[in-house]
């Protein structure tokens, strides 16, 4: 399994390969962290997410970064404030800091997405609040540790305010 030291590194830039970066569980998801803090200056991290049918974080709000959402494969509705989105392949959303918002994995196929949050370094929550992948696949179907989420997201200025969004379809 690939990891952030398989990075290759240019005096150009720097190059994460497709099979690269730290691939993490997080709760039902499988996460790879392609960019962080530390490698963009602090700009932004990006992460590359995995999530199954009818997943759903819950209604939550990002006290320090704004995070957006491009859609690479499956189908997402999203809930940002009052705002719903309906968001496919090559959709991007953005998600203001301050704004609780949540979004649910629609259909009966997984979702691929890119997550961008800017500054960077909430990329670090998910490494923290998850465990190293095992496997390529999606992490068993088990209940999360609500208390951990709470108290590793509370490091990273994150707020969870409402119950996760059901699916539409």
Request: with cysteine.
């Given at each position: 399994?690939?990891?952030?030291?398989?990075?290759?590194?240019?005096?150009?830039?720097?190059?994460?390969?497709?099979?690269?970066?730290?691939?993490?569980?997080?709760?039902?998801?499988?996460?790879?962290?392609?960019?962080?803090?530390?490698?963009?200056?602090?700009?932004?991290?990006?992460?590359?997410?995995?999530?199954?049918?009818?997943?759903?974080?819950?209604?939550?709000?990002?006290?320090?970064?704004?995070?957006?959402?491009?859609?690479?494969?499956?189908?997402?509705?999203?809930?940002?404030?009052?705002e719903t989105f309906s968001?496919?392949?090559?959709?991007?959303?953005?998600?203001?800091?301050?704004?609780?918002?949540?979004?649910?994995?629609?259909?009966?196929?997984?979702?691929?997405?890119?997550?961008?949050?800017?500054?960077?370094?909430?990329?670090?929550?998910?490494?923290?609040?998850?465990?190293?992948?095992?496997?390529?696949?999606?992490?068993?179907?088990?209940?999360?540790?609500?208390?951990?989420?709470?108290?590793?997201?509370?490091?990273?200025?994150?707020?969870?305010?409402?119950?996760?969004?059901?699916?539409?379809?």
């Open positions: 399994m690939a990891t952030m030291l398989d990075m290759e590194e240019t005096t150009a830039g720097r190059n994460v390969a497709a099979d690269a970066g730290e691939a993490v569980w997080f709760t039902n998801n499988r996460m790879t962290i392609k960019a962080t803090a530390e490698m963009t200056g602090g700009a932004f991290g990006l992460v590359e997410g995995i999530g199954p049918a009818g997943s759903s974080p819950p209604l939550h709000v990002h006290h320090r970064e704004d995070e957006g959402l491009w859609v690479l494969e499956g189908q997402l509705t999203i809930r940002c404030g009052g968001a496919g392949p090559g959709s991007f959303t953005l998600l203001p800091r301050g704004v609780p918002h949540t979004f649910v994995v629609e259909g009966d196929t997984p979702v691929r997405l890119l997550s961008f949050c800017t500054p960077g370094g909430f990329e670090r929550f998910f490494a923290e609040a998850g465990r190293p992948a095992e496997n390529d696949g999606l992490p068993p179907d088990v209940p999360p540790d609500v208390a951990m989420l709470r108290e590793v997201g509370e490091r990273f200025g994150l707020e969870f305010v409402g119950p996760p969004l059901a699916p539409t379809r």
